[in-house]
Each structure stands twice: as C-alpha cells, then as structure tokens.
C-alpha cells in the first residue's frame, strides 16, 4: 500500500483498533497521502498505541505522529482512572446498558480538533476517522449528526474553512455494522490480528470488555472465529 507524495493528503486518527485501522486502509485504497495521529491520553489500554504502530507500519504509513494529551488527570471515565471498575456485562444482551463508564468526556472532540489543526497545517483535504453509530457502546461523540456540527464548526474556524476549503471530516465506517467492518478490514489488506480494542490493558484481550464482546461477535458471525479473544488474539 504504497503513497505518492503527489496524492492528496489526508489525516487518519489512528487508535490502533479495528475500526481506525480500516479507516486508514480506506482512506489510502481511496487514494490519499496519510498521516496518522495517535493520543497516548491516559488511557488504562496503552496496548492500543503497540497496535497503532503495528498497523501503520504494515499500511507503509511513513508520517506518524504521537501526541500527549492527559485526559486522565481529571478522571469521570473507567477508560483513564484505574480506580474505576470497566462496565459490567448485561446477563442478558452481554453488553452494558446506557452510555457506558469508558466514555471519555470531550476525547474524541479534543481529538478532531488537534487533527484539524495538523490538517490545516499539512494542507491536507480530509480527516478519516473510525467512527462507527450502528455497532458501538452508545458514545454519543460517534454519532452522525456530532460529525456534522463538528464540520460546520471547521469551516467556521480555520484559514482554510474560510478560504472555501476545510478539510473534509470521512468517517467511511459510520453506518457499517461491525460485521461490515471486518468484511471491508479483510478486503482491504487490514492487520486484524495486530489491531487491539480490548479496554483493558493485559498481553491480552480479556474476552468480556464491551469492546472485545462486540468485536468477537462480529469476528465470528463474518466467518473468522479464529481472530476472537477466546481463540486467538484479538
């Protein structure tokens, strides 16, 4: 997946998981130029930055950026304070109910805002994220209508948005289930054994986060059990 200096740029937040890796596979099979960003924010799963490496290094995305941003120093998420116990599972459904405690006040509106900035900078035309509204743990910061109001913000906010051309927020994944997502990861050459989306921080993926459980029920309803947690590594 090699990249001309003389495609288009865009940016891709990359996590490391599933979803942010087939974003970026997207955005170079869409024929961009990227640069990844990624956030070590305090985040109880620092795992997912190894993964980041992994996937950007396998996508040959030669520009990747690290940033600090230390959203655990004022806690409210059992993503960043490890006194905080992770979301129990439903009995039922196997997830938990209502927007979970692992969403993380103002991440992903601080993240997009920094991606904007290094955009603007970079003169690139678009932004690719994973953000997903069908199958995910009822974030409300990954929602269409979020995505649209943060587009209208970036056209209000910058050089670039008043001079006609902001960059572009893609969130290509948005109304894909998840096992869309795994369908269109495997057609696009994604590293799915190297991405991580457990919430926890071990060697590896507990099996029972609600990341993991969403991730390995997609995994074997699109025809590969042996990524799941519970076979292999997820």
Not at 10 to 25: E, H, K, P
Not at 69 to 77: I, T
Not at 153 to 172: D, F, I, N, R, T
Request: aromatic share 6%; net charge negative.
């Amino acid at each position: 997946m090699s990249q001309s200096s003389l495609s288009p740029k865009a940016i891709v937040l990359l996590s490391g998981g599933l979803d942010s890796a087939t974003a970026a596979a997207q955005a170079i099979a869409d024929g961009y130029d990227l640069t990844a960003l990624s956030f070590n924010y305090g985040q109880r799963h620092q795992r997912e930055l190894e993964a980041a490496k992994a996937v950007a290094k396998h996508l040959a995305i030669a520009d990747h950026r690290f940033i600090d941003v230390n959203l655990a120093q004022w806690g409210a998420s059992s993503l960043t304070d490890l006194a905080q116990p992770l979301p129990q599972d439903d009995p039922q459904t196997g997830i938990a109910a209502g927007i979970p405690s692992t969403y993380v006040p103002g991440r992903n509106t601080v993240f997009i805002a920094l991606a904007l900035a290094l955009a603007e900078a970079k003169e690139a035309e678009a932004i690719y994220l994973g953000i997903n509204a069908v199958d995910y743990s009822g974030y409300p910061d990954c929602r269409p209508e979020y995505l649209a109001a943060f587009q209208q913000l970036a056209q209000l906010s910058s050089k670039a948005g008043l001079e006609g051309h902001a960059p572009a927020l893609v969130a290509p994944l948005v109304m894909d289930s998840k096992v869309d997502i795994v369908r269109r990861a495997v057609a696009l050459g994604v590293p799915i054994e190297q991405t991580w989306s457990c919430y926890q921080g071990g060697a590896a993926p507990c099996g029972r986060c609600d990341s993991c459980r969403i991730r390995d029920r997609a995994l074997v309803e699109a025809g590969y059990p042996q990524l799941a947690s519970t076979t292999g590594q997820g």
